[in-house]
């Protein structure tokens, strides 16, 4: 069974940084690209970020382009999302989903980030 | 960015009635390698979203027949055949054609 578990989420000053995490296990981690996606309290959905199964190929939406960096650890079976320089608008409920290219076959619960001062 | 355009916002459905949603895109998904990257996703209340459909028509592992997609190009239509009470929740079309991938705004599926 494929599972997605994100964590890493909080409570933050607009300026700082967080970095989540996603374990990812039931499936071959490696072989796979991975996304996370962000939800907006009561919004809908936005794709944030994309990598490739090697990790040698990212991809950014324009809003996060330049704060954020998405990253893997294929040893670990994990994936990453370091976000710096935080506004309120990333205020958000992230999720980590496999695959990328193609589709998003399965999401993870995901974390909340909230921006606060 | 490719805009995707989901209609309508909102469809109150008699249980065991059809529901339709349609979805367009500001310009054609055909990727050049010659398949169209459309997926439908639905998102019960209080949880993550859950894939339904894949390339415009292929139903993920696990989802009942009674969902299906069709279309093509910029035209796209998700249908539930006998709507059924764990159907409510939100459907989203995105496509995965260009990046950054881009979602619809999202149809609440609700019981009449």
């Known amino acids: 069974e494929v599972q997605l578990l994100e964590s890493g989420g909080g409570l933050v000053q607009p300026g700082g940084s967080l970095r989540l995490s996603c374990a990812a296990s039931g499936f071959t981690f490696t072989t796979y690209s991975m996304s996370w996606v962000r939800q907006a309290p009561g919004k809908g959905l936005e794709w944030v970020s994309g990598?490739?199964?090697?990790?040698?190929?990212?991809y950014y939406a324009d809003s996060v382009k330049g704060r954020f960096t998405i990253s893997r650890d294929n040893s670990k079976n994990t994936l990453y999302l370091q976000m710096n320089s935080l506004r309120a608008e990333d205020t958000a409920l992230y999720y980590c989903a496999k695959g990328a290219y193609v589709t998003m076959e399965n999401w993870g619960q995901g974390t909340l980030v909230t921006l606060s001062s | 960015d490719i805009v995707m355009t989901q209609t309508p916002l909102s469809s109150p459905v008699t249980l065991g009635q059809p529901a339709s949603i349609s979805c367009k895109s500001s310009?054609?998904?055909?990727?050049?390698?010659?398949?169209?990257?459309l997926s439908w996703l639905q998102q019960r209340p209080g949880q993550p979203p859950r894939l339904l459909i894949y390339?415009?028509?292929n139903r993920f592992s696990g989802v009942p027949d009674r969902f299906s997609g069709s279309g093509a190009g910029t035209d796209f239509t998700l249908k539930i055949s006998r709507v059924e009470a764990e159907d409510v929740g939100v459907y989203y079309c995105v496509q995965a054609t260009q990046f950054p991938q881009t979602f619809g705004q999202g149809t609440k599926v609700e019981i009449k």
């Open positions: 990598i490739s199964h090697t990790g040698d190929t990212t």
């Open positions: 310009q054609s998904l055909v990727h050049s390698d010659g398949n169209t990257y």
């Open positions: 390339k415009i028509s």
